[in-house]
Every structure is written in structure tokens, then in C-alpha cells.
């Protein structure tokens, strides 16, 4: 029913920039409640960002807050996750999530769907 695709995702040196965009497809995008998880090697996958249907309200994991920037447009369907002042720390495969009913947006139970993921690599 919702069908999620990242791209954007590379190599880049510490200090950085990368814009991620995720492209839903399937559904009435401003319906959803939409997110941004990551996972690092042997590490769980782990809230990011997330934005409300309209995109009026944001939120942000305390590790990337003032260097990421969660934003949408629903008339093209697409999310987007700048990422600024890269670190080592954020090198991860990052996945955009889908919500039809946002209960807890930080956590992964509360997404039904989720894209594949883009790897971001920050060397240095």
C-alpha cells in the first residue's frame, strides 16, 4: 500500500554534508506521519527525526539535534534529511519509515512501513 525509496546516501569526509530524500508512493502522503531511523553496525536501529503530517512539528534524537533537519513536500511526496557537521559516529544505513497512526514517533514499533535504507559513510 505505501511504497518508500531513499537515495542520497555516500561517502563523505567528517564535517560534511549529505541530503537524504525518500520518495512514498501509494498512499496520500499527508496522511502520513513520516521518520528518519538509522542503524550502525551491531547497533540497533535507532530514531532520527520524524515530522508530522503537515510538517508544522519536528523531532529530533538528542545526538543529531542542530545538525540534522527533517523536512517534506507533500505536493512531490518526498522527505528529506539534510545532514550537516557530519561525524563518524553517523555512518549508518538510514531508513525512511511511514506512520498511518503516529503513536511515539521515536520508536520502530510505531512505523508500518519502512524503505530499504541509503548507506552513509563519514570517513575520518
Known amino acids: 500500500q505505501v511504497q518508500l525509496v531513499e537515495s542520497g546516501g555516500g561517502l563523505v569526509q567528517a564535517g560534511g554534508s549529505l541530503r537524504l530524500s525518500c520518495a512514498a508512493s501509494?498512499?496520500?502522503?499527508?496522511?502520513?506521519?513520516m521518520a528518519w531511523f538509522r542503524q550502525a553496525p551491531g547497533k540497533e536501529r535507532e530514531f532520527v527525526a520524524g515530522?508530522?503530517?503537515?510538517?508544522?512539528?519536528?523531532y529530533y534524537a538528542d545526538s543529531v539535534k542542530g545538525r540534522f533537519t527533517i523536512s517534506r513536500d507533500n505536493a512531490k511526496n518526498l522527505v528529506y534529511l539534510q545532514m550537516n557537521s557530519l561525524k563518524p559516529e553517523d555512518t549508518a544505513v538510514y531508513y525512511c519509515?511511514?506512520?498511518?497512526?503516529?503513536?511515539?514517533?521515536?520508536?520502530?514499533?510505531?512505523?508500518?512501513?519502512w524503505g530499504q535504507g541509503t548507506q552513509v559513510t563519514v570517513s575520518s
Open positions: 501509494g498512499r496520500t502522503f499527508s496522511t502520513l506521519t
Open positions: 519509515a511511514a506512520a498511518l497512526v503516529a503513536v511515539g514517533v521515536r520508536t520502530v514499533g510505531s512505523f508500518d512501513y
Open positions: 515530522i508530522s503530517r503537515s510538517g508544522g512539528n519536528t
